[in-house]
């Protein structure tokens, strides 16, 4: 399969976000409240005013990589800002 849903066939060992100062902890246990489990690590780069910090959100945020998430974080921290590495 090609094209950028082709990625979700192979599992990511992580999901990368990059989160800016004041959208962070509601929105995004909104967006992955829905597809956890324990498939794939979820890491925050978060940004304020005051630095940038890398933040692992631990196994109990382990997340399965539906296309339906990756779509609804790019919808709210826009594509670039949102994905997938594999090891």
Known sequence: VDGPASILYRVPSSLKMNVVSGEMAENVKECLSP????????????TSQSGQAE???GPDWRVTPDEKLIQQLGDWLSPENVSMVYN
């Open 35 to 46: 597809f956890r489990s324990f498939s794939t690590s979820v890491c925050v780069t978060y």
């Open 55 to 57: 933040i692992d959100l």
